[in-house]
DNA sequence: GTCTATATATAGATAGAC
DNA sequence: GTCTATCTATATATAGAC
């Protein structure tokens, strides 16, 4: 940016780096500005200054993941339905799994870090993360729905709704809890999975639910 | 307890009454203990005196659900099994809906309060009170989840524990954020569901997840 | 058991020198 | 842009009178 030195990186990565970790191990109000700036090596002043408040911090940090995955999500939904037959659901939450799993270049542990976020964000946050992504993000989601509902066809827009919630809910949940499942996993029953085998065991759950009938009365 | 005044509530009783409501709808850590002891109306240093600390009354609010209901969950499953035919996986989950509905007659608007108080125990706590909910209600678990397992028996015991916790991350994530989910849906549905309704609809969708066939690797 | 007053810690944010 | 020092607010927790 003008400067000679590119000796270590900027400051403002340097937040943005410390800070989506944190957030993502212990959730943004368990995370202070200081522990962040720490880690960071940098000054603490120096969030105030590159992001003007915390609030604005954590848009930022989740912007930073929204803006690569969601336009290559919505590519990869594109792409699926190019083809003239109709995709199944197992197919279409799979098209997501490239996308995902695209941000673990981005960053080190990036898919992982990327969900917890958005569980965390989603939770956590009374209602302004939950507003931020809808607005900035809305068409990606709207044409994530649309795919999904065209898919499946029997399930009336309400239930859809529901369901996709739930879907979000298992995804985010399981990540935030990876870690530790994981550990269970290892000992209990001699297993070691990564991120990408987690999601790909998650995702035939997740399609069966979105599309069982819907049950008459009893 | 020895005095002659019932004219008011225990102070205690007063405290977790107001404890629950606020720790479920707004979490934990954004909960302070002025705001507790100022809706309940009694002084700031009486949550310390009977509690000791935070961290022990939010174990004392989850415990006062927990032992209510994880014996009476119990007691469903025991009753479902006794029965000669094998309960299919909506039955298994359906037999807890009365379990959960009862809390409600325990407190106004129970049920919710419980299942978000239960969200919040997982993913807000680094572990502390997964740890205090397993070692004080492993029984319980347990024996849950073997009664799932006979009723699943094409899934091998390593997949039926990570179909397991995407329930949990279902159920939980739905619960945590049923108050802005229900909002969504009267502005854009028209729908009013009460935590029975979603319950009901969270269920086909979690048993179709936990029994769907595992698939050949591609 | 309940109160006031306060100790102690930590948070986010900012002013102003460099 | 980066630093030190500090402001202001709020948190949990406790001491000690009643």
């Not at 943005?16 to 212990?26: H, N, P, S, V």
């Amino acid at each position: 940016m003008g400067h000679g030195m590119a000796s270590r990186t900027d400051t403002k990565t340097r937040i943005l780096d410390a800070a989506e970790k944190l957030f993502a191990e212990r959730g943004f109000s368990e995370t202070s500005l200081r522990l962040i700036t720490s880690k960071a090596e940098v000054n603490l002043a120096s969030v105030n200054y590159h992001f003007g408040s915390k609030k604005e911090l954590i848009r930022a940090v989740l912007a930073r993941y929204l803006d690569v995955f969601m336009p290559s999500a919505a590519a990869e939904i594109q792409r699926l339905f190019k083809n003239p037959e109709l995709a199944n659901l197992n197919e279409i939450f799979s098209s997501l799994i490239k996308p995902l799993l695209e941000l673990n270049q981005v960053r080190h542990g990036g898919t992982t870090i990327f969900l917890q976020l958005l569980g965390r964000g989603y939770i956590e946050s009374q209602g302004h993360l939950r507003w931020f992504i809808t607005t900035h993000y809305g068409q990606y989601l709207e044409a994530f729905v649309r795919a999904v509902s065209a898919s499946a066809p029997h399930i009336p827009p309400a239930e859809m709704f529901w369901r996709l919630h739930f879907t979000l809910g298992t995804i985010v949940f399981t990540m935030a809890s990876a870690d530790a499942l994981n550990e269970i996993a290892a000992a209990d029953y001699g297993e070691h999975n990564d991120t990408e085998a987690i999601i790909r065991k998650v995702i035939p759950y997740m399609a069966a639910g979105v599309s069982v009938p819907i049950l008459a009365k009893e």
